[in-house]
């Protein structure tokens, strides 16, 4: 029998690309290299807490992600340098229109340097065909703090994710040793949807992940007393949430169903962090209270 045809890229897909390139020189860390294609942008740097770390945000001009786009991203950090990087407003993916869409991230950060990549939440429409990969490559005493928050169906219209397909393959290595290695998959369906060992009804979950310093019992202890557990009379069938020592690190993951639940507490934890092992103060973003 003969095999059908892959579809075609539809023309109205998407190629964006972003290349950051960082700097610290004379006490400042400077955006010195910005290249992008649309529909991927990044804005001018921002220095709330002074030189010596620079916020970057990043703005998707078309809106949302459909089927056949592909968006690639690499940003590098040169010795010494911060950043800490956000994106503007929440990320959509649409139903998909039979095509794929897919997001490579690549991050190289260099000795002594520290990345805080800080995206703000991703929804998936019910029907969405979605692949991100995301590689990491650590030098000696480099520091990086990221997470990622998706909703799986828009819940305000009582939609769930039970058609498309998500992937996410996360890689972190260091000196060409792998340190953390991370690969999820959640096939759209009723089953999966409401599976206990998927979503279990939970349309939110949260991963972030720490990676530059042993992280002491006493911070795990705190970390997990930050998450507020909602007021019930009945016990939780299962936590929402879950704290690890990582080498090197921890592992902060989440499933519930409330997007100010789990950014509230991967906020605290990243405070936390910021304090006892990047000796750095909390500075919020301005542009996650627009």
Same mark, same amino acid.
């Given at each position: 029998?003969?095999?059908?045809?892959?579809?075609?890229?539809?023309?109205?897909?998407?190629?964006?690309?972003?290349?950051?390139?960082?700097?610290?020189?004379?006490?400042?860390?400077?955006?010195?290299?910005?290249? #992008?294609?649309? +529909? @991927?942008?990044?804005? &001018?740097?921002?220095? /709330?807490?002074?030189?010596?770390?620079? %916020? !970057?945000?990043?703005?998707?001009?078309?809106?949302?992600?459909?089927?056949?786009?592909?968006?690639?991203?690499?940003?590098?950090?040169?010795?010494?340098?911060?950043?800490?990087?956000?994106?503007?407003?929440?990320?959509?993916?649409?139903?998909?229109?039979?095509?794929?869409?897919?997001?490579?991230?690549?991050?190289?950060?260099?000795?002594?340097?520290?990345?805080?990549?800080?995206?703000?939440?991703?929804?998936?429409?019910?029907?969405?065909?979605?692949?991100?990969?995301?590689?990491?490559?650590?030098?000696?005493?480099?520091?990086?703090?990221?997470?990622?928050?998706?909703?799986?169906?828009?819940?305000?219209?009582?939609?769930?994710?039970?058609?498309?397909?998500?992937?996410?393959?996360?890689?972190?290595?260091? #000196?060409?040793? +792998? @340190?953390?290695?991370? &690969?999820?998959?959640? /096939?759209?369906?009723?089953?999966?949807? %409401? !599976?206990?060992?998927?979503?279990?009804?939970?349309?939110?979950?949260?991963?972030?992940?720490?990676?530059?310093?042993?992280?002491?019992?006493?911070?795990?202890?705190?970390?997990?007393?930050?998450?507020?557990?909602?007021?019930?009379?009945?016990?939780?069938?299962?936590?929402?949430?879950?704290?690890?020592?990582?080498?090197?690190?921890?592992?902060?993951?989440?499933?519930?169903?409330?997007?100010?639940?789990?950014?509230?507490?991967?906020?605290?934890?990243?405070?936390?962090?910021?304090?006892?092992?990047?000796?750095?103060?909390?500075?919020?973003?301005?542009?996650?209270?627009?």
């Amino acid at each position: 029998m003969q095999q059908p045809c892959p579809k075609a890229e539809s023309p109205q897909s998407w190629h964006g690309k972003l290349n950051l390139v960082y700097n610290h020189s004379q006490n400042k860390t400077a955006l010195i290299q910005s290249k #992008n294609q649309a +529909p @991927l942008k990044v804005q &001018r740097p921002f220095y /709330p807490e002074g030189q010596s770390v620079c %916020h !970057s945000v990043i703005l998707h001009t078309a809106g949302g992600i459909v089927g056949g786009d592909r968006l690639s991203s690499d940003f590098h950090l040169q010795p010494h340098s911060k950043a800490l990087i956000t994106t503007a407003a929440a990320n959509k993916v649409y139903r998909s229109n039979g095509l794929q869409a897919r997001q490579n991230i690549n991050i190289k950060i260099d000795d002594d340097a520290c990345l805080e990549w800080l995206p703000q939440e991703t929804i998936f429409f019910n029907g969405a065909n979605f692949r991100q990969d995301i590689k990491i490559e650590l030098a000696d005493n480099a520091n990086f703090i990221g997470w990622e928050i998706n909703r799986f169906g828009r819940t305000a219209r009582k939609e769930k994710f039970i058609t498309g397909g998500w992937r996410n393959n996360t890689e972190i290595w260091q #000196n060409n040793k +792998p @340190l953390w290695i991370d &690969r999820q998959y959640l /096939p759209g369906s009723e089953e999966i949807f %409401h !599976s206990p060992h998927a979503l279990a009804g939970k349309p939110i979950t949260g991963t972030l992940v720490y990676i530059g310093k042993p992280v002491s019992l006493e911070i795990i202890q705190k970390i997990r007393t930050l998450f507020i557990l909602p007021s019930s009379p009945l016990p939780l069938p299962s936590p929402p949430h879950g704290v690890t020592r990582i080498e090197n690190g921890l592992l902060c993951r989440y499933r519930g169903d409330s997007t100010a639940e789990v950014r509230n507490w991967f906020v605290s934890v990243w405070q936390l962090l910021r304090m006892f092992c990047l000796n750095r103060s909390s500075c919020l973003p301005r542009v996650w209270m627009l």
